[in-house]
């Protein structure tokens, strides 16, 4: 059982967000607990968070492919801490503790998307890991060329 | 007004997700409508969509910020249409006529997942052109660099 810390600013009261995170915490259910935690402001977050060794996302972080999330997961243990910043992006305080610092796109995503992109991704690295059908593997053997 | 049709294969019954999609196409109301269509597989997928110059979601494509989207969002004109692939990607037919290849990130996402962030990198991109609050930019001078 891995006991999953989030650290984020702001609660969000959403509807659509609470079934969507539920739906995936019961999946969740016997991997991994969610202990989601909300702060007012940035000094909150650094007095809460601060002292944790934890995996700030932070769009300066480096981007990560599920199957590297899922590796890193099985190596990091059995309590993790995640830190959601503010519009401001993450205290520097925090990014100088981090044991990681994780970036989920390019995009700029609102907290209450990246915390649904966080879940469904902690989901989706346990399914990797046991190698269900969840997680489908690139069928084909190359890679179609970039364009733009 | 902008006419947004997305097509997609598998219709998805989730309630978080219907509600979420309602949420951002009410706030999308003048700006653009999204045509939801939905396809049984590839085949009907090219079949449907083949001939349209579509950007095209696929991992294999380029990584774009909010803002460079905002751009592109503004030069592609009233008429847009994305295509979602299914578990095994988008169809070669579809890429080779696609006028781009967009990837939302390394990371994989479902692709109920995937239309969420799609509607809401699309409210995003209107409201980067409107210059309003909802898309803060970077208030810190300087990048923080990676790490690992």
């Excluded at 915490?25 to 007012?40: A, G, N, P, Q, Y």
């Excluded at 995009?107 to 346990?126: D, G, K, N, S, V």
């Excluded at 269900?132 to 084909?140: L, N, Q, W």
């Amino acid at each position: 059982m891995v006991k999953v810390k989030v650290f984020s600013i702001g609660k969000s009261k959403e509807e659509w967000l609470n079934l969507a995170l539920a739906e995936y915490e019961k999946r969740l259910t016997h991997k991994m607990s969610i202990d989601w935690i909300f702060v007012k402001d940035d000094n909150a977050l650094i007095e809460a968070a601060g002292k944790e060794p934890c995996i700030a996302l932070d769009p300066h972080g480096e981007l990560l492919s599920s199957e590297i999330l899922s590796e890193k997961i099985g190596k990091w243990g059995s309590k993790l801490t995640f830190i959601i910043g503010g519009a401001d992006g993450i205290p520097e305080t925090i990014l100088k503790n981090a044991r990681f610092i994780w970036s989920l796109s390019p995009l700029t995503f609102t907290h209450q998307m990246t915390r649904l992109i966080l879940i469904e991704q902690l989901y989706r690295a346990t399914e990797i890991e046991k190698g269900s059908s969840y997680h489908r593997h690139e069928p084909h053997g190359s890679k179609t060329s970039r364009r733009s």
